[in-house]
């Protein structure tokens, strides 16, 4: 006894140290709520010492949860390594993402510079085409001027030689004649010049639409192969889609199956509230179990002032003795005849000590099943703790798979993002295709704005090519951190495996506690049965004790050896009461700091809540204001493309009027120039009918000057025509009257002039019609993305044939579950009628 309460001093001392140490570590410690930490400043190097520090003051006290708490430890500083890498990668990653974003602005002020530059270009090569045009016509206009000049130098001196010789009227006519006749010759000869040089012009302009159609089919070829490419990128973009489509499936089905475990751990949550109530019940039947105890001590009170008693009677019986032993003389015959009376009695008074001995080596057995129910209490009290500290870990563990799965969720929105991009993007090149093709239509003209627009067009495939590379190089990187969440996903699922197994053997070892408590119980009626037998065997005592009063006064030495032993065991009693109340101290102490941790894990639990909801509404809001950011920039794509176009049509349109302002002036011009011809016509006319009239002698030279008249009208007619419809090429029969099938030409002409309209027409029809077939094309491509394929009706039959084993397992376990609970009613049943037994056997004994 003096050993065990030396070694409870020493074990009370280490933990008043220990509570000390522990009281100055919290003390030091600042309190602060999870949600206003910072997880990459707050969780520091300070952080870990300080925890440290409190696992080595917990060694002193239990190094089992002092382990564990390091074991935790050491996973939340491995757990914020690798939150703080996340963090930098997602830095570094928004910082690509700026200076993409800053390369597309750059690009797309690239491409409007280029733009106007194009349109620049074109008006000073239109100007100078028009210059060059002006000057070619000056030049024309400043020869025939000189050439009149000298024909006419020329006439004017052969006039003067022949006026000697001839008539003067005669001279005259003929001089007239002559002149006009110079007059249509250099006209005819700068007509002539004029079809050489057009043909020259016309040759040059065939030569330079061969070399345009050349570069055309180039730019064609380049096309598509460009078309191919993006094809090709299209191809991989939606197979990368199609691989992470099935790795959100994967992911969504292991989030599933994480919310089953969720809804298991709350089964077992509410199974260890049960466990819970149930030790309470127990620590209800031990403070019973105290107080029979106690009213076992008051009986034992009795039991000693009743042999204070016996022992005041007994010296008044010594004193009666001394009366007896005067008469002894007298008495010695009775004294011999009682002898064998007195030697019986001696007999059963041995008989009686061996009771007593008896009775307290049962009253010992029962001081020791106290003190192992007191022991097995306390074991119960450590598998609670036990218990306790494994569903804070379910429940961090459950907190970290809710983070995880919110991360995963971030990360899935922001692979949302990166393919509505891809999709923008690719609606941008579409655009920019097309843009090409306008460009392409309108590079028919000059060669330097083709070579221009092929050089910008190999810049932007250069940038679409690194900007396809770019977009890989991160559809990697994402299958990358998708395939260490998937990682991350079977740990989970395995220490959810294990925690499983855990609680199964949990499970087992509350069975064992309830098979305890039934033995416990049965020892327990055992106890009441003895207590009943030895208030009889008292009893019987007692009326024996008052008719051996006689026979005491010769066991005085017996009774003093007694009482020492009684003594002896009053005392180890009073050891055993102080240890009990230093127990029950304990088990209210660690009543309160359980119910403390209760509160604070519902607190926690409150926080937890409140967080996921605030959450929740600030990710509905992101998600808003990310669907109105799109739907804005499609809007502002929309505006931008319709802007572009009606540009382009506004250019087009004013390119048209320009030349219809530049072919109007010079039909103008062209027209003055033959009205000065036919009013110059006229007037020879005029003097050549007065000729005709005054001589009748020049009829050949009439009907020469009359086919003269013809030719020179067919070529009026001609040219004319040809300026209303300028082809570049004129027919010498007709310039030159000789064109035997005029109306059959004229015919032709007409006939061909209205199939270029009609074909021109039909162009124009077909191409509307193309249009409408890319547009259509569009659309299906559209639609046909998002139409299931044969693999994903697979799937969804997969998913049906999980779907249905999981209801049959779901139901599996119901059916179990309600076995468990029948099993929980009928041991409930039973304990309800253990109680009432109890109850009954202890009601009767107490009015005793």
Known sequence: SNTSN??????????????????????????????????????????????????????????????????????????????????????????????????????????????SMMDELKESVEEAWRTADSVQHRETVRQHSLRQESSAYDHSKNNIEVEHEAHPKELRIRSLVYRERDRLAGEIKDYQKRLEINRYYSAGLEQINENHRTTITKQHNRLKAMEADLYTVMNKNRV???????????????????????????????????????????????????????????????????????????SGLEHDIKTVQREKE???????????????????????????????????????????????????????????????????????????????????????????????????????????????????????????????LQKEKAELVSETNDLSKNIEVLEETLQNKNERITTLLERLRLKHEEYISVKKQMELIFSEKAALEKNYTTCCRDRQTVQSLNSKLSFQVNQLTTQLAINEKDMIGLRNQIDQLNSAVKHKLNDIHSRDQQL????????????????????????????????????????????????????????????????????????????????????????????NLRSSNSCLERALTQTSNMRQEVVRLERQLNRERLRVTAFTEEMKHPCHIHRWRVTYAKDPKKFELLRKIQLLLKRNIRLGIERSRVQAQLQESERRYEKLKRQLQYVPDRSIVDRLWKQRHITHQQSRKIKAMQAELSINEIDLQARECLIDVFQQTLKDQLMPNKPN
């Open 240 to 314: 990368n889609i199609e691989h992470l489509e099935e790795k959100l499936l994967s992911m969504r089905r292991e989030l599933e199956a994480l919310n089953q475990t969720n809804a298991e751990l709350r089964v077992f949550q509410r199974k260890y509230e049960e466990c819970g109530h149930l030790t309470e019940e127990l620590k209800h039947r031990t403070d019973r179990l105290t107080q029979e105890n106690y009213m076992l001590q008051k009986q034992n009170h009795r039991l000693e002032e009743e042999k204070f008693q016996s022992k005041v009677i007994a």
């Open 330 to 456: 007298s008495l010695e015959l009775i004294k011999q005849v009682h002898l064998h009376e007195i030697k019986k009695k001696a007999d059963v008074n041995a008989l009686l000590s061996r009771r007593f001995m008896q009775i307290s080596k049962k009253n010992q057995d029962l001081i020791e099943q106290e003190s192992t129910m007191s022991h097995l209490v306390v074991v119960v009290e450590k598998k609670l703790l036990y218990a306790n500290s494994k569903v804070e870990e379910v429940k961090r563990q459950r907190d970290d798979v809710t983070r995880e799965r919110e991360k995963l969720k971030v990360e899935i929105v922001t692979l949302m993002d990166a393919q509505s991009n891809l999709k923008h993007d690719i609606f941008n090149q579409r655009n920019q295709i097309q843009d090409i093709q306008v460009l392409l239509d309108r590079a028919n003209k000059t060669l330097d704005e083709k070579d221009n627009k092929i050089h910008h």
């Open 6 to 115: 030396f070694n409870m001093s020493i074990t009370s001392r280490r933990s008043r140290k220990t509570d000390k140490n522990l009281s100055l570590i919290l003390q030091n410690v600042e309190e602060k709520e999870v949600a206003q930490l910072d997880l990459i400043q707050d969780l520091n190097q300070e952080f870990f010492f300080r925890s440290y520090e409190l696992i080595q003051a917990l060694m002193d006290v239990d190094s089992a949860i002092a382990a564990k708490m390091k074991r935790f430890v050491d996973i939340i500083g491995r757990m914020h390594q690798l939150y703080a890498a996340e963090v930098a990668e997602g830095t570094d990653r928004r910082e690509q993402i700026a200076e993409a974003n800053r390369k597309l602005r750059l690009a797309l002020e690239s491409t409007a510079m280029s733009n």
């Open 588 to 679: 209210q102490r660690m009543r309160v700091e359980v119910h403390e941790m209760k509160m604070r894990s519902e607190q926690l639990i409150s926080t937890i809540d409140q967080d996921e909801k605030r959450f929740k509404q600030v990710s509905c809001s992101l998600e808003d204001l990310k669907k109105e950011k799109n739907l804005v920039g499609l809007q502002m794509v929309r505006r931008n493309d319709e802007l572009k176009l009606k540009n382009e049509k506004l250019s087009m349109m004013q390119l048209a009027l320009d030349r219809g302002t530049m072919q109007y002036n010079q039909r103008i011009e062209d027209i003055r120039l033959l009205k000065l011809e036919i009013s």
